[in-house]
């Protein structure tokens, strides 16, 4: 908010965007900084929208993939904390529920959201590439959508 006050009084370019870390896990941006992007038309680049991977559902089981981002670098633990399994367990199961994979759940909801102007995805493989492109033309119904805030409700900030 100090620099786009700044850029108005001195004619700087404004902000037109902020990249934050984004998803089912993490909705901390909902909490003022979303308001902000609304209102200043900052649009948010989401970031890490399936947490590094673990709203895929690959590390819910007994061994992790052994190329995986959360195996190779274990000193990224913020959606690997057992509320985070626990809430993961629960999307990738409501994901199912509904005849959706889980990485279509996670990243059709960011692509819901109104402050979102585009949701940065990674992949390792051409079929990651084309579930994460596919989600683009995914709209989650009401149900889903009222079944995703419970689960937030019940995992409020599991990963912040």
């Known amino acids: ?50 947490a590094f991977g673990m709203l895929s559902g690959k590390y819910l089981g007994e061994s992790w993939p052994e190329k995986g981002r959360l195996t190779l670098f274990e000193r990224f633990k913020r959606y690997s904390n057992s509320r985070g ?7 990738v199961e409501l994901a199912r529920e509904h005849g959706l994979s889980p990485v279509e759940l996670a990243l059709a909801y960011v692509n819901s959201r109104s402050f979102v102007t585009s949701n940065i995805v990674g992949a390792t493989t051409m079929a990651q590439l084309k579930e994460n492109i596919g989600s683009a033309a995914i709209t989650l119904d009401q149900d889903v959508l009222d079944a995703i805030e419970a689960l937030h409700t019940e995992f409020t900030y599991p990963c912040p």
């Open 85 to 91: 399994m626990a809430a993961t367990r629960a999307y």
């Open 1 to 50: 908010m100090e620099y786009l006050r700044l850029a108005r009084e001195k004619g700087w370019p404004r902000a037109v965007s902020i990249q934050n870390p984004y998803n089912l896990l993490n909705r901390s941006f909902e909490v003022g900084m979303a308001e902000i992007a609304h209102r200043e038309q900052a649009g948010l680049l989401a970031y890490s929208p399936l």
